[in-house]
């Protein structure tokens, strides 16, 4: 099916864009003014999912069964009483960040991740906290926050196939993988690199920046991660180092899967975890067809000097040849030729923080 | 009972929010009480532990209170409460 609505999460609200022919145009903005942590289409039903950063009233949702004409609060996920980050740290909700449908078995079911690092999912009338995960032995002395104060769950992928097998990417700790519906997790990190450990091959402890599964073989996982890029084609069982060492795929925040060809992924580089800023200060979007042996660099349409963009884990979509990303500068960019040649469709939003096709 | 004022920031998302009044020895049991008059209200207040928001001030009064995480002050009968934003940014 052709793109035709983009769902844009900004620092300043969410605005929904529609295509015109070849033209993404503005159809209606929400939430004008407050920060959209996250959004999200249920392929399932057909809902809006809407994650608002209030600074000062707590993390809020808002659902839309309607294409956005409507939108209702839906409670919020609480920590259960007596959850302790810590000795004398009390766990409650800091931020929402990732959103997934619960599988094609459990239709209108979604999991949601969050800070400080507790997984949900909805029962219907709120949602249930994974304590499985929250209690894996690991997460006391090993989990640890990343750009934020504690650790985030920032990608959950729910195997098509079978709805009880998934996967969580957290900053900072790793991948986790359940086969029994986040009743047990198991460690999936071998093969990643933790440049900022003293144990750079330490079992636990690793940044994935985020976290995809290929529609198309879902047995195909993708990370971009603090230290480079990272594909498995054994259901996450080892990982390989698949940045480029001589180009500027390494380090980024956003990945992008391909949903016809396990091969095909999309990476937004920057320069490094000390200087956050667009290569060179020139943008590219690059993209490999042959699973990472090699990536190819593309700039047409993107600006080549005096960039300081850079692109949140969560603002780089792609849906067949149409690839989208926003940066943190405010721009927003569209391609309809599998990221080859760029067209802006604006430069003046506030920051880009997420980003998802609704269709 | 105790008056019961809030900032006007809480308008967005209550549009008609006026004053109202509380029978309530405490300020916990006041924000407790106030979902029955606006739904959902208390979560905008304080987070899923009842402590108060970090970024949300109560006065008693003119008296901000000092039990930020039970919200255990004591409110007299006939005292004035505002539900307050703090100031955050430039």
Redesign the interface.
Known sequence: MANDTLLVGTRKGLLVYKKDGERWQVAHDEFFGIPVSMVYFDPQNGDWWVALDHGHWGMKLHRSSDKGRNWEEVEAPKYPEGTMIKEEVPASLRYIWAFSAAGNEFPGKIYIGTEPGGLFESNGEGFDFNTALWNHPSRRDHWTGGGRDYPGIHSIVVDPRDSNHLYVGISVAGVFESTDRGTSWQVRNKGLRADFLPDPHAEVGHDPHLLLSSPSNPDVLWQQNHCGIFRSTNAGQSWDDISDPDGPANFGFAIAVDDQDENRAWVAPAISDVTRVAVDKALCICRTDDGGKTWKDFRSGLPQEQCYDIVYRHALVASGDEVVFGTTTGNLYASNDAGETWKAITHNLAMVYCLCFAN | MASVHFTY??RR?YPGLASIEIEADTVSEIVSQLDESYP?MS???V???G?L?E??NIFVNNTRIKDRQNLGDRVGKNEEVYIM??L??G
Do not use: C, K, P, W
């Open positions: 920031a809480l998302f959902g979560d905008y207040i987070d899923e532990r402590a928001r970024h949300v934003q703090a955050s940014g």
